[in-house]
């Protein structure tokens, strides 16, 4: 996440993957091709910080289920 609202996204081949159509605005992540909006959560838990963020996969969008949430630790 950059500091301009950008996102760039790696994936386990090493790719990475800009687009703008995936953005986040304060404490959220919009994601115009999905239309999809979630929330991240920055926690600092015993001296480490760490994001929380929703996950909406198909599941989510076609049947209404709740989201998951990726827990991601700052290096």
Not at 8 to 26: A, C, N, R
Not at 59 to 67: E, H, K, L, S, T
């Given at each position: 996440?950059?500091?301009?609202?950008?996102?760039?996204?790696?994936?386990?081949?090493?790719?990475?993957?800009?687009?703008?159509?995936?953005?986040?605005?304060?404490?959220?992540?919009?994601?115009?091709?999905?239309?999809?909006?979630?929330?991240?959560?920055?926690?600092?838990?015993?001296?480490?910080?760490?994001?929380f963020?929703?996950?909406?996969?198909?599941?989510?969008?076609?049947?209404?289920?709740?989201?998951?949430?990726?827990?991601?630790?700052k290096?």
């Amino acid at each position: 996440m950059k500091e301009n609202g950008e996102i760039i996204t790696k994936f386990k081949d090493g790719s990475l993957v800009e687009s703008e159509e995936i953005y986040w605005s304060q404490d959220m992540v919009v994601n115009q091709y999905e239309d999809t909006v979630s929330k991240c959560i920055i926690k600092e838990i015993e001296g480490e910080t760490y994001m929380f963020y929703e996950f909406k996969n198909g599941d989510y969008i076609f049947n209404g289920a709740r989201p998951l949430y990726y827990v991601m630790k700052k290096q």
